[in-house]
């Protein structure tokens, strides 16, 4: 393969990964075109954790103040019984000094304006309602043939389209997908008690419930459902559902349960996993964030691993050498740490579904998870 710095990029998918790699890319240089097959943004209004090597990853591209500003900090998991009693509490790692929280939770739509906006400010306007029909790889450049039936050719193709990545199936072919793993999430916006200031995590008979601070007047509740066969549900029943399966609980959860009523206020999601072996690239066509390991939610690591990819690939495009080798040191350098995530995330959640599993220690391997993710990437 042909060496030469890449100077122009195109990334398809324009969610946490594809954005902070625009952002990245164009600082140190690199021309970039971003597509985004929605034909406008349509982020979901719900809340995410962002832990801190996600935080250590925006502080990279100068984000860091501006997600503490719009989000809620905090330094611990507190691991509760079904009625909130307290049984365990995970200390998260402080990986930016005593000044910062150890993470945050934010509303997904503020976490998107700041990446948006920093992109923008960059001078990348995402091409909306595009996707890419063909790449022809001629070993010195990417022929790309996108959707509206125009043509563009790139040093380097990024595929940051998420866990049905098309990118992927055109680089390699149909297989593999992401598969279910026999739970599906439910996520409801609340009001936020005064003093709920970490996330908690409820253990129930039957299922794992919990909440989640996002700003000073609002929280989300989650519950982590194990259910079989096909979980698809109408929105209209949502509400519903949702406030059953949380009958089991006390605590906090019992004093808002009833709270939940409107459906647009609900993200209900089954939770699939995936985790592409090695390599993540053909050719001068690579993958990042979901489109190479998506990751149940147990750890709430999934943007942390998509970020980070961002501003891995990022500094390592910005090195002189052959593109082959810059995928190559990418993936080696990223492999082990996202097969961590995805793999300890599926494990606790196979104990959520068997907390009678041999060796099920969910407190021990989520406080290892955490200490391993602080090492630095
Ligand atoms: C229920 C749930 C809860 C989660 N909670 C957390 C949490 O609390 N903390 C955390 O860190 N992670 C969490 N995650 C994981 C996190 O949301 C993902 O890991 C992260 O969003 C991945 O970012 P991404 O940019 O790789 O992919 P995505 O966010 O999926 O973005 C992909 C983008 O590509 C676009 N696209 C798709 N196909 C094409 C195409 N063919 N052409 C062009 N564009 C395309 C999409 O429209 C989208 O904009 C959660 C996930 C789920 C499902």
């Not at 039936?149 to 595929?159: H, K, M, N």
């Not at 910005?318 to 492999?335: K, M, N, Q, S, T």
Request: hydrophobic share 40%.
């Amino acid at each position: 393969m042909a060496s030469g710095k890449i100077a122009n990029v195109l990334i398809v998918g324009g969610g946490l990964a594809g954005m902070t790699l625009a952002t990245a890319l164009v600082r140190g240089g690199i021309h970039v075109d971003l597509i985004e097959l929605q034909p406008r943004w349509n982020v979901l209004g719900v809340g995410i954790s962002v832990q801190g090597p996600t935080l250590r990853a925006l502080k990279t591209i100068g984000l860091l103040d501006q997600c503490i500003d719009a989000g809620f900090g905090y330094t611990q998991v507190v691991d509760c019984d079904q009625e909130g009693k307290v049984f365990g509490i995970v200390d998260l790692p402080r990986l930016l000094g005593p000044d910062y929280p150890s993470c945050i939770g934010m509303m997904r739509p503020a976490l998107h304006n700041v990446l948006c906006g920093a992109m923008t400010a960059e001078g990348v306007m995402p091409r909306f309602g595009l996707t890419v029909d063909a790449l022809h790889d001629n070993g010195d450049a990417v022929d790309v043939t996108f959707s509206d039936g125009t043509r563009g050719r790139y040093d380097l193709v990024v595929g940051a389209d998420g866990a049905y990545s098309k990118v992927r199936t055109l680089i390699f072919g149909a297989s593999p997908k992401p598969e279910y793993t026999g739970q599906a999430v439910w996520r409801a916006m609340v009001p936020r008690p005064s003093n709920v200031a970490a996330r908690n995590a409820y253990y129930g008979p039957h299922h794992k419930a919990g909440f989640n601070p996002v700003s000073r007047d609002e929280m989300y509740v989650y519950l982590v459902q194990n259910v079989t066969g096909d979980p698809w549900l109408a929105p209209e029943e949502w509400p519903v559902v949702m406030r059953e399966l949380l009958s089991d609980f006390g605590g906090y959860i019992g004093e808002i349960r009833e709270t939940i009523t409107d459906p647009a206020r609900i993200v209900y999601r089954p939770v699939e996993r995936l985790l592409l072996p090695s390599p993540w690239h053909r050719g001068r066509t690579v993958l990042i964030g979901d489109a190479v390991h998506t990751a149940p939610p147990q750890l709430a690591s999934g943007a942390a691993i998509a970020i980070e990819d961002a501003i891995v690939l990022a500094e390592m495009l910005h090195l002189d050498r052959p593109c082959g080798e810059i995928l190559d040191g990418f993936v080696a350098r990223r492999y082990e740490r996202c097969q961590l995530v995805v793999e300890n995330s599926y494990r606790l959640g196979e104990w959520e579904k068997n907390p009678e599993m041999p060796g099920a220690d969910p407190v021990g391997l989520q406080s290892r998870s955490f200490m391993a993710l602080a090492k630095p990437i």
